[in-house]
């Protein structure tokens, strides 16, 4: 009984981290997807509204309005599109407060018209 009590709070901790690490890695994910999709509006539209709008439809509405996301466009065929997303991110929120990241994703594509 003893061994457990001491054993317990380090399994809970190393649980709580496993799971950390897993909502992390799914929303860099959805960053890299919302980049990517961004990017593809840029290289096919010269409004860099757009690509911000596809970018943020592509996310989820609760990530979607602490994003922010930049968008560079060259302004001939055969340049390149380059969308990067930034989340700031709070790891263990739950706990203590949580420590601040920067998720970062960024896409580059050639411009098609």
């Known amino acids: 009984m003893v061994e457990f009590v001491l054993v317990l709070p380090v399994v809970v901790l190393v649980l709580l981290a496993?799971?950390?690490v897993t909502v992390v890695a799914r929303t860099?994910?959805?960053l890299v997807?919302?980049?990517?999709?961004?990017?593809?509006?840029?290289?096919?539209v010269s409004d860099?509204?757009?690509?911000?709008?596809?970018?943020?439809?592509?996310?989820?509405?609760?990530?979607?309005?602490r994003v922010r996301?930049?968008?560079?466009?060259?302004?001939t065929v055969g340049s390149v599109?380059?969308?990067?997303?930034v989340?700031?991110?709070r790891l263990g929120a739950r706990l203590?407060?949580?420590l601040g990241v920067h998720l970062r994703a960024r896409s580059v594509m050639r411009v098609e018209r």
């Open 18 to 20: 496993v799971v950390e």
């Open 28 to 30: 860099q994910y959805e």
């Open 33 to 44: 997807q919302a980049a990517r999709e961004g990017a593809r509006t840029a290289a096919m």
């Open 48 to 65: 860099p509204a757009r690509a911000v709008e596809a970018v943020k439809s592509a996310l989820d509405p609760s990530v979607s309005d």
């Open 69 to 75: 996301v930049t968008v560079e466009r060259g302004g």
């Open 81 to 85: 599109a380059t969308v990067t997303v």
């Open 87 to 89: 989340l700031p991110y």
């Open 96 to 98: 203590l407060g949580g």
